[in-house]
């Protein structure tokens, strides 16, 4: 099951997503306008269905999946080719920055290129998006804690990024991570294996798996909820494969007109046109 959050005539909505032979239909649920904190697992599975109120998804704006979320944990150099392309030690502990909620953008949203930066770069990952309450959650009950999964693009600026040690200055930027399209229950999918690729304009720049993942769910989310209780709603970017545009030679940036498309098997795909800032 596949949920979404969305806006149809000037209303915010979540549905569920009912796959149809002619296209996605969102089904709105009754009283829930968005995806987040005020909807865990219990919340969706209860709310009433309003069927004669379905709507196509390619009629609909489609919203980041979590348009608020209260966290936004992201993962660095968690895919053992990524760290041996940049040249660093393998972790012994996840390399954690943050994201807020306002660097979010929806699945089909134009990716905005800023004046200031040369080198935006795009990140293929799988997102968790946590479903239930907890603090120092054991590694062996870490799904319990779990609402689902959807799709990012960690879009980075690379010259922003290294500016210092610190990643939050390349990695925060308002407006530039697409987030979706849909929340997919952990029943409907397995991530234990799922390919991960990016694909721009036809090339592959990326293609992985998340049995790569060097510290793999339960372990971020144990290791994420030691220091900050996670909330429904939460999202943590479980990191990117090997292929970045900054480690390749010749180096390769997001340019005006692309189309840069993220997958992740089995959870969904992104697709995004690329446009410099007005």
Not at 88 to 116: C, H, N, Q, W
Not at 153 to 165: A, E, G, P
Not at 190 to 204: F, Q, W
């Amino acid at each position: 099951m596949a949920y979404a959050t969305y806006e149809h005539h000037g209303r915010r909505r979540v549905g569920r997503v009912e796959r149809t032979s002619a296209g996605d239909r969102l089904i709105p649920l009754d009283g829930l306008t968005e995806l987040g904190r005020d909807t865990p697992a219990g919340v969706l599975a209860a709310a009433a269905e309003l069927p004669d109120e379905a709507v196509a998804a390619a009629d609909v704006y489609l919203c980041p999946v979590v348009p608020h979320p209260d966290k936004i944990i992201c993962v660095g150099l968690n895919y053992r080719a990524h760290v041996d392309e940049t040249g660093r030690d393998l972790p012994t502990y996840p390399v954690m920055f943050t994201k807020f909620a306002s660097s979010l953008i929806g699945p089909r949203d134009d990716i905005l290129l800023p004046a200031e930066s040369d080198q935006v770069d795009y990140e293929a990952e799988l997102a968790v998006v946590i479903g239930r309450p907890g603090r120092r959650i054991p590694r062996e009950r870490a799904g319990e804690h779990v609402l689902g999964y959807t799709v990012a693009n960690d879009v980075t600026m690379r010259d922003y990024q290294y500016k210092t040690h610190q990643w939050l200055q390349g990695k925060a930027w308002d407006g530039s991570t697409p987030l979706g399209p849909y929340l997919v229950l952990p029943g409907e999918a397995d991530v234990s294996a799922a390919g991960v690729r990016t694909i721009r304009d036809g090339e592959k720049l990326q293609d992985s798996d998340t049995s790569r993942l060097i510290f793999d769910i339960p372990t971020l989310v144990a290791t994420v909820s030691e220091f900050t209780t996670v909330l429904p709603g939460d999202l943590i970017l479980t990191g990117t494969p090997g292929g970045v545009g900054f480690r390749r030679d010749p180096q390769v940036f997001l340019r005006d007109g692309d189309e840069i498309t993220v997958e992740v098997d089995g959870i969904g795909s992104l697709t995004n046109r690329v446009r410099q800032e007005p």
